[in-house]
């Protein structure tokens, strides 16, 4: 849980703060760096928007937090300049995390973690990078983008963390690095292939309907004409959907899927 620290701190921080939601959002806050709206930081604490609205509206008085208007949203983030900060940190045991778009991994990196949560991809080397399941299939949606091996082998990791990864997070971290409608593909393939209507559902819930243009899912792809008309007769419907094109066809995916999940994992 991303609201969570070890269990001592977490005992010290209930004594001194009996709400939940507040704590949840200091750890959210001033431990994940988390930059959102009050509808977004309401999905990562899992509590209600009137009771994250207010206990933001108190951290905000208190100078705990400050605000800007981006859009119609209003976004929070933490006060860097809180007079009592070290004292809010030390309380808190907040420990130096590797964030999702502001360290040196390398692509490498990305492979090993995938890896480390089910993907079937072949590493050369551990990674140092001990990345959370949500931040580890972010960077792989990124990778994906230049990579055909890990494209293909995402919808694996996806399926086999199914039950584990925090939905409200994915969304956050993949708007936070735009990787959205890349994250909503993969969410909607995923489902295809398991034949899993929920994931289906909640996948196109991340589309934004102004988006037209359709684009080459593997960036800096230069093709020829013959290559054009394979990717005009391969590109998936799903991918379609998303205003994706690829030379990669569904029976493409569908093959390692069903060649690394086993029948235990559709269930």
Known sequence: MICLTDNNTVSLVNFLINSNTRKCLLYLLWGEGVEASGHQLAL???ATYSTVHGELEYM??????TSRRQ????????????????????LLE???????????????DVRSNLARFGAPVVTQRKSSFNFS????????????????????????????NRKTYDLARLEYLARRNKL??????YLELTGVLLKDKKLQ????????KRRKKMEFFFKSQKINKYE?????????????QWHFLMNLGLDSFETLFKKNLLEGDFA
């Open 44 to 46: 990562l604490a899992k």
């Open 60 to 65: 905000k008085q208190e100078g705990l937090v």
């Open 71 to 90: 859009g119609r949203a209003e976004v929070f983030s933490k006060n860097e300049k809180y007079p009592s900060k070290k004292a809010l940190l030390m």
């Open 94 to 108: 907040i420990p130096k995390t590797k964030s999702v778009d502001s360290d040196n991994a390398t692509d490498e």
């Open 133 to 160: 399941l949500e931040e580890a299939l972010v960077r792989g949606l990124s990778l994906a983008r230049k990579d055909s091996t890990v494209a293909r082998a995402l919808p694996v990791a996806f399926a086999r």
């Open 180 to 185: 959205l409608p890349v994250l909503g593909f």
């Open 201 to 208: 559902v909640f996948a196109k819930q991340l589309m934004d």
């Open 228 to 240: 054009q008309l394979l990717v005009d007769k391969n590109t998936p419907a799903v991918a379609r």
